[in-house]
C-alpha cells in the first residue's frame, strides 16, 4: 500500500477532528517505510505503518505508526494481524526494537500484543494522552 492510500482510514479513525492534511507523517515517503492494510473482503479496514525511526534517547529501531482499524471492525483480528505483519518486516531486517506511541485506550491491545510500557503518561496537543509501548523484535 502507499501512504495515500492509507490516509483516509487514519483520518476517519485517529484525526477526525483535525485537517486531513494531518494525517501526512514525517516518513511516510522513505524507502524503507511500509504501509500495511486488512481487508474486509476488497473493504480497506485497517491500517498500520512502519518505519526505521529509533525511540528517542535509544539507538536503531523502527516505529509503528498510525494504527487503525474502522470502528465497526474492531474485535475481528485485524489489528493483531497487522503487529503481527509489522513484526515480520522489522525482524527481516534483524533484531531490534518495534515501539510506538500508543492512546491510553490502547494500552490493553499493545499488552497483549506483547508490548511493554516505556515511560511516563505524556500529551500529544490535539490528540490525547499517550505512553510510549515497546517490543523486542528477534530475526
Known sequence: MTADEVRPLRHCV??????????A??????????????????????????????????????RLRGMAIAPEARGRGYGMALVSASLEHVAASGPGELWCNARLSAIGFYRRAGFEVAGEEFNVPGIGPHVVMTRTVSS
Open 14 to 23: 485517529l484525526r477526525p477532528e483535525q485537517p486531513f492534511g494531518s494525517t
Open 25 to 62: 507523517y514525517p516518513g511516510d515517503d522513505l524507502a524503507d517505510s511500509v504501509h500495511l492494510g486488512a481487508f474486509d473482503a476488497d473493504r480497506l479496514v485497517g491500517i498500520a505503518s512502519v518505519y526505521r525511526e529509533a525511540r528517542p534517547g535509544r539507538p536503531g529501531g523502527w
